[in-house]
């Protein structure tokens, strides 16, 4: 409390607020009942026009929300997504963008009643702008894992993603990006695939999302976690593609993933030191199998989502 009181003072301001998120940061972790009494401080520093004390402020937001349904919720009641939101839209500085990035993400990372917060407050067309402006690599990567939250939501939110035309963009950065940005940009492609329902897929289908799938298996240290995802979402297409218009009673999606030069790479991983790629690998294999009766049961609801 002595140090929130030197919030209020001008002269103190800037180390006060770097003090604070030093504190939020620091271990052992503050409990959210501790860091609570700091969000009236912390809502107006946002309106400082110093950089770095926003800066901090957004980054001991950002501490408040992690982790914390309670935080996250108590940040959306005291109005601080809108703030954010404005933040990302009109700041010039890329640290405050950056962390700004950052706490809107945590909110995202809640549950779906709280990353809907985030998309009310109109959010996405903001992030369409970053990812296609001139921005820095840091900023376009966090911005893609902001998406990646929200594509991980409802089918609803899922459609208010794809509604701002962001769906290209992704691609086109999981095809040609920096390797940090690429990775960002294919988690939030693959929550359209895993959670999406049918039409969802077909549209990411129709917007080529398959080739930046299939080119990222081989992609050098990647998580066991990320390539167990990318071969859920390579499933559900092709789940998806035995209830679509198919070629010569061939799942029009398996050749397009052959065509990708997927079914190799997909070969490749039968022989993963991990169990439980080499048996995902496997299974996805089954769609390419000539005898019907050795085909894996697919979904022909309209929601193929696993």
Not at 86 to 105: E, F, M, N, W, Y
Not at 149 to 175: K, R
């Amino acid at each position: 409390m002595p140090l929130l009181s030197l919030l209020y003072n001008g002269n103190t301001l800037r180390i006060g607020t770097r003090t604070l998120c030093n504190l939020f940061c620091g271990q052992p972790p503050l409990t959210f009942d501790q860091m609570k009494p700091a969000l009236p401080a912390l809502k107006l520093l946002l309106h400082s026009n110093d950089e770095e004390v926003v800066k901090n402020a957004c980054l001991a937001l950002s501490h408040i929300s992690t982790g914390s349904e309670d935080g996250i919720q108590s940040l959306i009641e005291a109005d601080f997504v809108s703030k954010l939101v404005q933040l990302l839209k009109h700041h010039p500085s890329p640290a405050v963008l950056v962390h700004a990035l950052r706490t809107i993400g945590t909110i995202t990372a809640g549950n779906n009643q709280q990353t809907q917060s985030v998309v009310n407050c109109g959010a996405l067309p903001v992030l369409y702008n970053l990812l296609t402006r001139n921005y820095e690599k840091y900023i376009k990567k966090s911005a893609c894992w902001v998406i990646s939250n929200i594509t991980a939501g409802t089918v609803e939110q899922i459609q208010s993603v794809i509604d701002e035309y962001l769906i290209p963009t992704l691609v086109n950065l999981a095809q040609s990006a920096d390797i940090d940005i690429k990775k960002e940009a294919v988690w939030a492609i693959l929550g359209v695939v895993v959670c999406g329902s049918l039409h969802q897929i077909k549209y990411m289908v129709k917007q080529s999302c398959i080739k930046p799938l299939c080119d990222i298996l081989v992609c050098p240290d990647l998580r066991t976690s990320f390539l167990s995802k990318c071969l859920d979402g390579l499933e559900n297409i092709l789940k998806a593609g035995e209830v679509v218009t198919n070629v010569r009673d061939r799942n029009c999606y398996a050749l397009l993933i052959e065509g990708a030069e997927g079914l190799e790479k997909i070969k490749n991983l039968q022989s993963h030191e991990n169990n439980e790629i080499s048996v995902k690998a496997l299974k996805i294999l089954g769609y390419w199998l000539v005898e019907d009766d050795e085909k894996y049961e697919y979904q022909s609801d309209e929601s193929v989502g696993s």
